[in-house]
Structure formats: C-alpha cells, structure tokens
C-alpha cells in the first residue's frame, strides 16, 4: 500500500524558516518524481515544487521561487521542503504528491497524496 | 486568478447528471497537454478521478467521465449521489509558466 506522510508542519514566525518532510512507503521512491502542493484555508490547490526521481530536475512555482528548496533523500525514501522567508500567505496545508508521468514532459499527473502538514505563518 | 478556469459551483438533484468545465489557453491544454481531474471531499486529500483526459483508475465508478477539445476540458458525472457532493479541481501543464497548473476548483452541491 502506497504510503505518503508528511510531517514538520507548525506555527512559524513572518521572516523565519520550516523544514517539511515526506515519508513515502509501498512504492519505488527512487523512481518516482514528487511534488508538493499546498491549499490555504478555504482556497484551492496551488503547485509548489516538483523534484525528478534521481533530483536531477527541479521546478518551482512563481510565487515561491528563491523562498523553498525542494529535495530528496533517496537512500531514506524521504521527501523534503525547505520554507525560507516565511509569510503570511504561506499559510497552508501542505500536500506532499507522486507525479505520475505517462507521456512526454509535463504530462504528470498526481497519484498519490499525503495527508498533509498544516502551515501556519503568524507572528 | 487560476490559469485553468472552473465554474466556482455546479448543482444538480441526485439522480441528474452535470457537466463541470475547465479552460485554458494555448500554453496548456491548446497546447496539447493531458488534463487530470481530482475529487478533494471535506478535510481531506484530493484524489485523482481522471487521468490523460479520459482515464479512470481503478475503483472509481463509471459515472465519472472526461474529454478535452481545443483549449477546454470537461468533466461529466452522471447519476448523482449525495456521495458525489465535493470539491473538483482539473490540473494540467503549462509551457509559458513551466509548471503544473490547477483549476481554481468547483463546488458540486447535490441538492
């Protein structure tokens, strides 16, 4: 059973830093390239970051270009997101994801998701 | 402002069917890029429903169907049921952005 836990979500500081992980079980992790997606309160899902399986290739969302670092630990089949800078609108519930890629670049979709880790910017 | 553009709320009687649709542009799905719906119920993780435009994974009913044309998508659930009533999200791929795009969401309410 595919398996995805997230953690390390709180309370933090305008201006300060969080480190979210993802725990992932039940699949080849190393072979799979993930994502976080985030949701603020009440809104919709927003992309963040992607990573490819071997961490060669990373994207990021416009809005948090400079600010979060995605990256992954293969060896521990673990999932990270570094949050920097943080604000106000950063508040969110954190969903880490499976990109599931069919066809040529871009065509991922999310298969599995987590259960999310909330985020809460707020001094 | 989503790149991919949902109609905020659709409704309908069990039983009825509805249509929930997703535009965009020609840097996504124009540009020939798969569009994937997800059902997020409440408090919970979004599932995927459909995946390459038209593919339902295992388990979910066959009530849920997709299609895409030009630069538009569409989602169709016939058969509601109270189950049905959630939030909907189309996602795809965007060229000029280089990122994976949602839909602003849409609210099914069963009346």
């Known amino acids: 059973e595919v398996q995805l836990l997230e953690s390390g979500g709180a309370l933090g500081q305008p201006g300060g830093s969080l480190r979210l992980s993802c725990a992932a079980s039940?699949?080849?992790?190393?072979?799979?390239?993930m994502g976080w997606v985030r949701q603020p309160p009440g809104k919709g899902l927003e992309w963040v970051a992607a990573?490819?399986?071997?961490?060669?290739?990373?994207y990021y969302g416009d809005s948090v270009k400079g600010r979060f670092t995605i990256s992954r630990d293969n060896s521990k089949n673990t999932l990270y997101l570094q949050i920097n800078s943080l604000r106000a609108e950063d508040t969110a519930i954190f969903f880490c994801?499976?990109?599931?890629?069919?066809?040529?670049?871009?065509?991922?979709?999310?298969?599995?998701w987590g259960q999310g880790t909330p985020v809460t910017v707020s001094s | 402002q989503s790149v991919l553009t949902q109609p905020p709320s659709v409704s309908g009687a069990p039983g009825q069917s509805v249509t929930i649709s997703c535009t965009g542009s020609?840097?996504?799905?124009?540009?020939?890029?798969?569009v994937h719906w997800y059902q997020q119920l409440p408090g919970t993780a979004p599932k995927v429903l459909i995946y390459?435009?038209?593919n339902r994974p295992s388990g979910v009913p066959d009530r849920f169907s997709g299609s895409k044309s030009g630069t538009s998508a569409s989602l169709a659930i016939t058969g509601l049921q109270a189950e049905d009533e959630s939030d909907y999200y189309c996602?795809?791929?965007?060229?000029?952005?280089?990122?994976?795009?949602f839909g602003g969401g849409t609210k099914l309410t069963v009346l």
């Open positions: 994801a499976r990109m599931m890629r069919m066809a040529g670049p871009g065509s991922h979709y999310f298969d599995y």
């Open positions: 039940g699949f080849t992790f190393s072979s799979s390239d």
């Open positions: 990573i490819s399986s071997n961490g060669g290739h990373i």
């Open positions: 020609s840097s996504n799905i124009g540009a020939g890029y798969d």
């Open positions: 390459r435009n038209i």
């Open positions: 996602q795809s791929f965007d060229s000029s952005l280089t990122a994976w795009v």
